[in-house]
């Protein structure tokens, strides 16, 4: 996401008026102090109100750690659909109702829900620019308080710049990019555990550092040359643990390495979309919130053409890989309908993704890019977690994850990805070289 740093929050010029007398004067407290727990965010307003640092966190954690989990169930949950399975694994191979109780396979389908979800982000920005101006145009006057300051303020605050029409139309693109990455990594999900799906999406540092080196014209220091080797060194410790360990998600080798691929390149698109990104926030003036909004509307858009695309493609022989280009949106609609289970799981699914979107700005604005970057390694290892208890608590394989030999490896490739990031941020140091900051 975006790595802005929070500007000081300033107070706002309030004028005096004198009041004439009456016998009730309504006081309300101003929205600042938000119940003691908000702050109002005053370079992106039309959010409004921004929760505490506390509750910031524990939501960019559960909500990134729900978005992920519930993706896996929903890949490993069985439902009847109008597609046959191209595995039977069930006893009756003459029940043609069997092979069409198939799992939910459907990448593009969780792209769509993560699109929608950042759709509302716009929404939501909109309603509550509305109802703070609609409280600005009938607050009541200002009433001095007991240390001299106005409680209240008549002047309404500075109006947030709308993006220009250029800017919309811009938006497309890096709307793109998130859509082809996001497909991407869901799909390379369908074949790796969550843990590892997670951990491998950390590798966007090292593509967006190269794009910035190319494009942006940025220099990096040794530090940082040296952090991304250490990423780098996370990343193969990471995919040799999983390939060698006795979780795949049920997936054979050959579709296990697939999967790491897609992940890869998921993130080399992401690297692609967050220096678009920059570009757009920089130099056009949109806030993270609005270009997270028309990237979602954008990405719903896109799919009026993808669904009925995706369902008429070929399978070409079917296999695992044909999942990526082929997506039958009717047997996906189908599915939904005849489970409770998985209707369940993309509600959750919607609203995780609708609350870290807006939770991940407000972490890089208030509490700055370092923090959002530590509680994005607790949420990895929220995942990993969470993974374990499902394989031992509930006994689900499929979406689970075991604790084996293997797992060690794992762990030492989380924690050089963990180190390797902090830093590249110039949060750690790395013995033998000096940090320092490159702007």
């Given at each position: 996401?975006?790595?802005?740093?929070?500007?000081?929050?300033?107070?706002?010029?309030?004028?005096?008026?004198?009041?004439?007398?009456?016998?009730?004067?309504?006081?309300?407290?101003?929205?600042?102090?938000?119940?003691?727990?908000?702050?109002?965010?005053?370079?992106?307003?039309?959010?409004?109100?921004?929760?505490?640092?506390?509750?910031?966190?524990?939501?960019?954690?559960?909500?990134?750690?729900?978005?992920?989990?519930?993706?896996?169930?929903?890949?490993?949950?069985?439902?009847?659909?109008?597609?046959?399975?191209?595995?039977?694994?069930?006893?009756?191979?003459?029940?043609?109702?069997?092979?069409?109780?198939?799992?939910?396979?459907?990448?593009?389908?969780?792209?769509?829900?993560?699109?929608?979800?950042?759709?509302?982000?716009?929404?939501?920005?909109?309603?509550?620019?509305?109802?703070?101006?609609?409280?600005?145009?009938?607050?009541?006057?200002?009433?001095?308080?007991?240390?001299?300051?106005?409680?209240?303020?008549?002047?309404?605050?500075?109006?947030?710049?709308?993006?220009?029409?250029?800017?919309?139309?811009?938006?497309?693109?890096?709307?793109?990019?998130?859509?082809?990455?996001?497909?991407?990594?869901?799909?390379?999900?369908?074949?790796?555990?969550?843990?590892?799906?997670?951990?491998?999406?950390?590798?966007?540092?090292?593509?967006?550092?190269?794009?910035?080196?190319?494009?942006?014209?940025?220099?990096?220091?040794?530090?940082?040359?040296?952090?991304?080797?250490?990423?780098?060194?996370?990343?193969?410790?990471?995919?040799?643990?999983?390939?060698?360990?006795?979780?795949?998600?049920?997936?054979?080798?050959?579709?296990?390495?697939?999967?790491?691929?897609?992940?890869?390149?998921?993130?080399?698109?992401?690297?692609?979309?967050?220096?678009?990104?920059?570009?757009?926030?920089v130099r056009l003036n949109v806030t993270p919130t609005l270009l997270v909004g028309w990237e979602g509307?954008?990405?719903?858009?896109?799919?009026?053409?993808?669904?009925?695309?995706?369902?008429?493609?070929?399978?070409?022989?079917?296999?695992?890989?044909?999942?990526?280009?082929?997506?039958?949106?009717?047997?996906?609609?189908?599915?939904?309908?005849?489970?409770?289970?998985?209707?369940?799981?993309?509600?959750?699914?919607?609203?995780?993704?609708?609350?870290?979107?807006?939770?991940?700005?407000?972490?890089?604005?208030?509490?700055?890019?370092?923090?959002?970057?530590?509680?994005?390694?607790?949420?990895?290892?929220?995942?990993?977690?969470?993974?374990?208890?499902?394989?031992?608590?509930?006994?689900?394989?499929?979406?689970?994850?075991?604790?084996?030999?293997?797992?060690?490896?794992?762990?030492?490739?989380?924690?050089?990805?963990?180190?390797?990031?902090?830093?590249?941020?110039?949060?750690?140091?790395?013995?033998?070289?000096?940090?320092?900051?490159?702007?």
């Amino acid at each position: 996401m975006r790595d802005e740093e929070a500007d000081e929050t300033k107070e706002a010029e309030v004028e005096t008026v004198a009041m004439p007398e009456a016998p009730h004067v309504e006081v309300i407290v101003e929205e600042t102090l938000c119940c003691g727990a908000l702050v109002k965010d005053e370079d992106d307003p039309d959010f409004g109100c921004l929760l505490g640092p506390l509750l910031l966190s524990v939501l960019i954690v559960v909500c990134g750690t729900a978005s992920t989990i519930t993706s896996k169930l929903q890949y490993n949950t069985r439902s009847q659909g109008t597609d046959r399975c191209d595995k039977h694994d069930d006893d009756d191979y003459d029940d043609d109702e069997k092979w069409k109780n198939c799992k939910f396979d459907k990448p593009w389908f969780q792209t769509l829900v993560m699109k929608l979800a950042m759709s509302l982000c716009f929404v939501i920005a909109k309603v509550t620019k509305w109802y703070r101006e609609r409280q600005a145009r009938t607050a009541p006057v200002a009433i001095p308080s007991d240390f001299g300051e106005p409680l209240l303020s008549p002047v309404p605050d500075k109006k947030q710049q709308e993006p220009s029409a250029r800017a919309i139309r811009l938006i497309a693109y890096p709307a793109l990019t998130d859509l082809v990455q996001t497909v991407l990594a869901q799909a390379g999900l369908l074949w790796v555990t969550s843990s590892t799906y997670q951990m491998m999406r950390g590798s966007v540092i090292i593509f967006t550092c190269a794009l910035s080196i190319r494009y942006m014209g940025k220099v990096m220091t040794p530090t940082r040359w040296a952090a991304i080797a250490v990423v780098c060194l996370a990343i193969v410790v990471v995919g040799v643990a999983g390939l060698l360990g006795e979780d795949t998600s049920g997936a054979s080798a050959d579709t296990y390495i697939l999967g790491i691929g897609l992940i890869l390149l998921g993130q080399v698109v992401g690297a692609v979309q967050f220096v678009l990104e920059e570009h757009l926030m920089v130099r056009l003036n949109v806030t993270p919130t609005l270009l997270v909004g028309w990237e979602g509307i954008w990405g719903v858009l896109y799919f009026v053409v993808l669904a009925p695309a995706l369902t008429y493609s070929p399978k070409l022989g079917g296999g695992a890989a044909s999942d990526i280009w082929h997506e039958d949106f009717v047997d996906t609609w189908v599915q939904l309908t005849n489970s409770d289970a998985l209707i369940l799981l993309t509600a959750i699914s919607g609203v995780a993704l609708l609350v870290y979107n807006l939770v991940g700005n407000m972490v890089t604005k208030q509490l700055s890019a370092v923090m959002r970057s530590i509680l994005e390694s607790c949420r990895t290892l929220g995942v990993w977690i969470t993974g374990i208890v499902i394989w031992y608590g509930f006994d689900d394989h499929d979406s689970g994850e075991k604790w084996d030999v293997f797992s060690y490896l794992e762990l030492l490739g989380f924690f050089l990805l963990v180190y390797g990031t902090l830093a590249y941020k110039d949060i750690v140091p790395i013995p033998g070289l000096a940090k320092k900051v490159v702007i």
